[in-house]
């Protein structure tokens, strides 16, 4: 069995720069992103899938609960590696739902050609020093279906 191709994107972001983008967006800011973390974990999935694909929508990456298994070790050692150069912990993680323009957007990346693929999105994200930091994955989550 071949290892899954994964796509990787990284954000690092003033919290007074979220906190000021908030002030301004008002309640629709704070709709497509509840919380200041959500800010940079979401832009580091743009990223990752090479941008805001169109038809992007705030909502294409939502989060869907723990990290499985099958992309665990990926993240870790991605957010290990962040962390250690920045000296910064990336102490929280969860396992995002990636859609629609997005979705797409990392099919194309990962050269797949099978629209039912299962993509499978994973966040680990941390603040400190007043930075909001995250790093993302996106891999097929069974590379037998790509």
């Keep these: 069995m071949s290892e899954p191709a994964v796509l990787v994107g990284v954000d690092i972001v003033a919290e007074e720069r979220v906190a000021e983008a ?5 309640a629709a800011f704070r709709r497509r992103l509840p919380t200041p973390e959500s800010f940079p974990v979401k832009e580091s999935f743009i990223k990752a899938v ?7 929508r705030w909502d294409d990456f939502e989060p869907a609960g723990p990290v499985p298994p099958q992309a665990a070790g990926l993240l870790d050692d991605a957010a290990t590696c962040l962390a250690g150069s920045i000296g910064l912990p990336l102490t929280h993680r969860a396992t995002y739902t990636i859609r629609r323009a997005s979705r797409r957007a990392a099919l194309t990346r990962l050269g797949v050609h099978n629209e039912d693929a299962p993509v499978l999105g994973a966040a680990r994200w941390g603040r400190g020093d007043g930075l909001l930091i995250a790093v993302a994955i996106v891999l097929i989550d069974d590379p037998m279906e790509a």
């Excluded at 908030?22 to 008002?26: K, L, S």
């Excluded at 090479?50 to 992007?56: E, V």
């Design 22 to 26: 908030a002030r301004r967006g008002g």
């Design 50 to 56: 090479g941008g805001r694909a169109h038809g992007f």
